[in-house]
């Protein structure tokens, strides 16, 4: 039977100041299975980003219940809700968010800093999962001297060198050419497909979107049921049955 390890209910997110008021998500019941590959889509402001910080435990819900990997988030506190963080979860960024002064083996091994490895083995924690990512031959590189590509490939190699229980992904390619982020599609699913890792990925790219085994879409703030697609996604894709040539990048 499959294990659940990411189920909410009833989740709700808003921000409030002064007199602004937004939803930013309402609601949301969803539940994720090990070894599952989930990519989360929707326009911007539809709430997935929010839905994905509130599973790494990087925010608090407004309301409603989330279990992650069996453990209630609403019933840790700050401390030990940074401390789950780092032993379960391995965050990957659009904008990469590695230390401009530090080697590619130093960014990785900062998560592994908050363990009680001795250098000697954080070392040889970091250099295994560059050599993973394809970066064996970059390990003393500064970010400036490595490409975008590559420095998003430094980044998963940092999110994995926990060898945590979950990958999430917050729009990864984002600032990719188009090569450079195939090149990160293809290691997340191998991640994926090789090593069983569950990764969900936030993405408005419907090639992205490809590459996970199961897509839900989310539109202000509310998650459609599975298989469906916002209104306007779906006007989208009847007009490239009108035109294919034109818009057959939107149905892939």
Known sequence: MPETVIETSQLTKEYIRDEFH???????DIRMQKGEFVALMGPSGSGKSTLLHLIAAMDRPTDGEILVLGQNLRALSDRAIAHWRNEHIGFIFQSF?????LSAIENVELPLKLT???????????????????????????????????????AIARAIVT????????????????????EVLT??????KEFGKTI???????????FATKIRHLEKGELLPEGQVPDDWAHTASAASVAPDKLKHVAT
């Open 97 to 101: 968010n590695l230390i401009p002064v």
């Open 200 to 210: 969900i990925l936030v993405t408005h790219d419907p090639h992205a979107a490809s």
């Open 163 to 182: 060898d945590p229980d979950l990958i999430l992904a917050d729009e990864p390619t984002g600032n990719l050419d188009a090569g450079s982020a195939q």
């Open 187 to 192: 290691l997340l699913s191998r991640l994926n």
């Open 116 to 154: 009680n490895l001795k250098k000697k083995e954080r070392i040889e924690h970091a250099t295994t999962a560059l050599n993973l990512v394809g970066l064996g031959d970059r390990l003393g590189h500064l970010p400036k001297q490595l490409s975008g590509g590559q420095e998003q490939r430094v």
């Open 22 to 28: 937004v939803v930013a998500l309402k609601d949301v």
